[in-house]
Structures are given as structure tokens and as C-alpha cells.
């Protein structure tokens, strides 16, 4: 059976394409989606998106991969720098998350440099635009293709 995993975008991630593209790019959200999901079947895996700008959303998701996902890529958009509620809600599910950022966070402000969600995340990709989903989605199906824990 095709494994399923859940790309999970935070706060702002619904304005791409318009929201500061010369960070960002020009590709919208769908645009993305629809790259992942193509992405996805050639890999075996079925892919199922959502997007919120609220934590408690974002979280009640996260903890829909408990029942629902064998894993899930990640950009938790500003959340990643603070917020501890979804740091928490990521090691609760014990499922293989990879964290992702468009942008080179390293690169940009201080605040960017730090993730309160790598400690609980299998591991990063930041920096390639659109293509971190499809490097983030091609590292998860190895780690669901051997069978790791998170
Ligand atoms: C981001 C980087 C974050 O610092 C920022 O708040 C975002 C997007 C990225 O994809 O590069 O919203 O996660």
C-alpha cells in the first residue's frame, strides 16, 4: 500500500507567489502542492496538503499523523522560531517530520537562526526555493523506504 504523508505549510505560506518573491519566488502554494504531489506518486507515496496561519489548526493536524500518516514535511513559517506547543506536538505523534524552509534561514535575520522544532525533526532542508519540498519529500520516503523511527 502507497505510503501517505501530510505537507504541512504555516503562517504566510498561503501568500507565495505574491509575498516577497525575491525570498520567496514566484511559484504559488498550488503551484507547489501540485510539484509535491506529482513528485509523490513517482515515489510510491500519497501526498495530502494543508495549510493554516493559526497554531491550534497547525497543531491539531500534527496530531492527525498519529492515525492518519506515516510521516510529514514541514514549514512551520515563523512558528519554527517559537513556537514550543508545536515543537511538543511533533515529538508527540512520533512520526518522521522533515523540517523545511524556502529560504536560507542562516543567510537572513538573527531570529531566523534558531529552531525551537529541528530537536524533534528527522532533519532540515533551507535554502533551494520550492525545490527543499522535493529534496525534504525525496530524504522522507528513504527514511519510510528503511523503515526508520522517528
Ligand atoms: C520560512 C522561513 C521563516 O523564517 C519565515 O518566517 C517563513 C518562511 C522559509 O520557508 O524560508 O515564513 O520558513
Known amino acids: ?11 504566510n505560506l498561503n501568500l507565495l507567489g505574491k509575498r516577497e518573491p525575491e525570498v520567496y519566488g514566484r511559484q504559488t502554494l498550488a503551484d507547489i502542492e501540485a510539484m509535491i504531489a506529482a513528485r509523490g506518486a513517482e515515489n510510491g507515496l500519497s501526498c495530502d496538503f494543508f495549510q493554516s496561519n ?3 489548526a497547525l497543531i ?6 498519529l492515525t492518519d500518516y506515516d510521516g510529514c514535511i514541514f514549514n512551520a513559517g515563523a512558528y519554527t522560531h517559537y513556537s514550543y506547543a508545536i515543537r511538543d506536538a511533533i ?10 524552509h524556502m529560504s536560507n534561514v542562516h543567510k537572513r535575520e538573527e531570529f531566523r537562526h534558531h529552531s525551537v522544532i529541528s530537536p524533534v525533526c528527522a532533519g532540515v532542508i533551507a535554502g533551494f ?11 522522507l520516503a528513504g527514511i519510510l523506504e528503511r523503515g526508520e523511527k522517528a
Open 1 to 11: 500500500m502507497a505510503k501517505k504523508i501530510l505537507v504541512l505549510n504555516g503562517p
Open 54 to 56: 493559526g497554531e491550534g
Open 60 to 65: 491539531d493536524k500534527i496530531h492527525t499523523c
Open 91 to 100: 515529538a508527540s505523534v512520533e512520526k518522521p517530520f522533515i523540517e523545511v
Open 129 to 139: 526555493g520550492a525545490d527543499s519540498y522535493l529534496l525534504a519529500l525525496e530524504a
